[in-house]
């Protein structure tokens, strides 16, 4: 009996598992190809004569990048803009979609929503060179400081407010389209927990805390759970766009650290080294995350 139920319940959801398989043999198909290339790691590669010829030099590559002066402050660099990011833009994000939740008219709220994650769709060559006009030598924000009588300020060639900078720049360019996720969630909240909040006399901001946000807390940590896993991507397309020698000490991470040896030095064994590194830690934390939303949220994901 308990087969029959089964092959009921397979049969039932087959149409679904058929809607999925060719994305899911598209997957398959691309990263089984790119398995060779973690060989690189192990080998002093040389393109000409491939995984299987290069000269074989085992954990060389990755002393390399742990051997080098200025590793850890590198991994300290991508650490510090990773973290704060994924904490700045969440927490912005949700901070956004209650404000914008609170607004009554739907002209004005698909208004705001619509230019607040429009910036997301902007790529960070672009996005860059307006920050660039704004925070520049020559920008509109040194133009200001000099008509009101002070001096210029290197924004962009400070060490120290580097990373700051990017975290908010970062914010600024992805919290709106954050905050359309958590109001999505938002809609799925059942109306009637607002009255009976209200008929208990609970003002709005209780109302937020004891209705609304446990009410997206699963969204929350499924957002936290799906960032963790890039905790030591630092972002290399804003870095690159945005980073200069006056700042390397504060603005280089694994990724750019890993572009001027792969690709500009053509150590590409090194490169791919620390990839095959970054991943490995990728893997560990996301599974940690998993286990987490379970063990303290209540939540699996599969």
């Not at 742990?66 to 402050?73: A, D, K, L, V, Y």
């Not at 603005?251 to 620390?274: E, F, H, P």
Request: with cysteine; hydrophobic share 50%.
């Amino acid at each position: 009996m308990d087969k029959k139920r089964k092959k009921l319940r397979i049969s039932d959801k087959l149409h679904y598992w058929l809607m999925v398989l060719p994305a899911v043999v598209l997957v398959f198909l691309f990263n089984t190809r790119t398995w060779p290339g973690i060989l690189a790691a192990f080998q002093d590669f040389i393109p000409v004569r491939g995984w299987y010829g290069s000269k074989w030099v085992g954990l060389r590559n990755f002393r390399i990048f742990f051997m080098q002066p200025n590793c850890w402050q590198i991994i300290q660099n991508t650490l510090v803009m990773a973290i704060g990011k994924i904490v700045g833009v969440q927490f912005l994000a949700i901070v956004f979609a209650l404000m914008i939740n609170e607004v009554r008219n739907s002209k004005l709220k698909r208004f705001i929503q619509t230019f607040t994650y429009l910036p997301h769709f902007i790529s960070w060559v672009i996005f860059a060179t307006i920050l660039r006009s704004i925070l520049g030598t020559d920008g509109l924000m040194n133009q200001i400081l000099t008509n009101l009588g002070r001096e210029s300020y290197s924004f962009l060639g400070t060490p120290s407010i580097f990373q700051p900078l990017m975290i908010v720049t970062e914010m600024l360019k992805e919290s709106g389209w954050r905050a359309t996720i958590s109001l999505s969630a938002l809609t799925g909240i059942d109306p009637g927990l607002y009255e009976a909040a209200e008929i208990d006399g609970a003002t709005r901001w209780r109302q937020t805390v004891h209705v609304t946000l446990p009410g997206i807390r699963y969204i929350i940590v499924l957002n936290g759970v799906l960032s963790l896993g890039g905790i030591l991507n630092g972002g290399f397309d804003q870095i690159f766009n945005m980073y200069n020698t006056l700042v390397m000490s504060t603005a280089d991470i694994i990724d750019t650290w890993v572009y001027r040896q792969g690709i500009l030095s053509l150590n590409y064994g090194v490169g791919t080294a620390v990839g095959l590194f970054k991943s490995a830690i990728a893997m560990v934390l996301t599974v940690f995350a998993y286990w987490a939303a379970d063990r303290f949220a209540d939540y699996k994901i599969f």
